[in-house]
């Protein structure tokens, strides 16, 4: 079936008797077009809210055992969870161009922040169609309250809002910018502005480190005396942690410069750092709470589509990795790429969704439910419309003189069948293979599909435009 026929199949003679089905519905049936009518919220307004970091499992709604999110689970309670979303990336400005354009970052290109061979920097092309321009053609009022950092407008996304105001950080909370400053910004606007059809994108960067600020969120280990976490810790490449008597360390890189003495972290610190990673959760949910009560008291809740996701996750030792390799290197584990999100819709009933989707089916699907045109180039489908595979690619191309990592590399997964495949070129050609559906912690490399998720590879990239 054309997923763009599906993505535009509206109609309402039958909306009373298809909403009675729906609300028994397995994905499959009813068809697509009876979901397509259920979902039809013309003129809606669209809220985006995204917290930069947050993983998936360090969530209640994801069944994380501490209480870092109760506002967001509260909104997930009322919503569409898709409990297997993906993402394209392992880190923010890719992953932000690819959900407005429903693009790969190998498509739109916006993979690194300047070209290395002239050191200018990259941006998306003016003639990249982006869901924003669909909107404003719809006569719909666009805003963005973002941080510091990948949702700057030097790089030509935030520049195609009406309204843009970017929050940098003020040293003492996010260290890259609160939602604290976003969310009161976003309030304060849609006090003036709700009377209109509005699409606004709520943003910030607190679970990203360094995680010692601000001091408050230090709450679920307050006695760990140790190592300074106003910094980040970093890793590249695998590191395998080293014995010390009865302990284990990872040697780490840290950001702002070398060190004589590379730092080690041990069990113990790892534990804090988790601690204070949550934490930042935590005081960021509190101000999500703080826009989902304004939404709710100014009586839009029937008429505003909510939709909360993370562009991507962290590592914390996993896979002997720290921090990403953020915008030097990917790492696509599903610690990473593995996200939330959460859709609550006016006309839904709360639902949790198990099929694959990815990142990018969000603005199409978001402009099927509006009955807006799904421009062409987008390649997402509708998010009820089960996958069977899922991609992500990417590349990095470091400066040659940056002291941390120099290696460009291109890297590339697909996820299919309960299973997934993270290929990097680097020079030499890696393989892992991972059956996810009885490993989800990606433990075991087990080369029993690799023939066949290459060549789904393979045939994915060929194919792209």
């Avoid at 509206?10 to 077009?33: C, D, H, R, Y």
Wanted: a negative charge; charged letters at 20%; one cysteine or more.
């Amino acid at each position: 079936m054309d997923r763009r026929l599906v993505l535009s199949t509206f109609g309402l003679l039958a909306g009373i008797i298809v909403i009675g089905l729906f609300a028994s519905w397995n994905i499959g049936s009813p068809t697509m077009a009876a979901i397509a009518e259920v979902t039809n919220c013309k003129d809606c307004n669209v809220v985006f809210i995204s917290l930069t970091n947050v993983r998936a499992d360090h969530l209640g709604l994801y069944g994380y055992d501490r209480p870092t999110s109760s506002n967001i689970d509260r909104l997930g309670s009322q919503s569409l969870v898709f409990e297997q979303a993906r993402t394209v990336a392992s880190w923010t400005l890719p992953v932000a161009m690819s959900i407005y354009t429903s693009t790969y970052p190998v498509q739109h290109k916006v993979m690194n922040r300047y070209r290395v061979e002239n050191d200018t920097l990259v941006s998306l092309p003016a003639d990249a169609h982006t869901v924003l321009d669909t909107l404003h053609d719809a006569g719909y009022t666009t805003a963005a309250f973002t941080a510091r950092g990948d949702y700057d407008e030097r790089y030509n996304l935030t520049t195609r809002f009406q309204h843009h105001q970017y929050f940098p950080s003020d040293g003492a909370s996010a260290a890259y910018g609160s939602t604290r400053d976003t969310a009161n910004a976003s309030i304060a606007w849609l006090e003036n502005n709700k009377d209109q059809k509005f699409f606004i994108h709520v943003h910030g960067y607190d679970a990203h480190c360094p995680f010692s600020r601000p001091e408050e969120n230090n709450v679920f280990d307050p006695d760990y005396e140790g190592l300074d976490f106003n910094t980040c810790y970093w890793t590249f490449d695998k590191v395998d942690p080293i014995s010390v008597g009865d302990k284990k360390y990872y040697v780490v890189k840290l950001s702002g410069g070398n060190t004589a003495i590379p730092p080690k972290l041990s069990e113990r610190d790892i534990y804090h750092m988790k601690a204070l990673y949550d934490g930042e959760i935590m005081l960021a949910d509190g101000y999500v709470g703080s826009l989902l009560d304004k939404i709710e008291e100014l009586g839009l809740m029937d008429n505003t589509i909510i939709v909360f996701f993370t562009e991507h996750g962290d590592l914390f030792g996993e896979h002997g990795r720290f921090m990403r390799g953020g915008s030097l290197r990917g790492s696509f584990y599903d610690d990473v790429m593995h996200v939330p999100l959460v859709i609550k819709h006016p006309h839904l009933q709360p639902k949790r969704i198990k099929h694959l989707v990815s990142v990018l089916d969000l603005a199409p699907t978001l402009l099927s439910w509006l009955d807006l045109p799904i421009p062409k180039e987008f390649e997402g489908m509708n998010l009820f419309e089960p996958r069977k595979s899922v991609f992500a690619a990417t590349q990095f191309v470091p400066p040659p003189t940056n002291s941390f990592y120099n290696r460009t590399s291109t890297i590339m997964a697909v996820w299919q069948d309960g299973w997934k495949l993270i290929r990097e070129e680097q020079g030499d050609t890696t393989y892992e293979v991972y059956n996810i559906e009885k490993d989800p912690e990606e433990t075991v490399h087990n080369p029993e599909r690799l023939t066949l998720l290459n060549q789904t590879l393979h045939d994915w990239w060929r194919g792209l435009r």
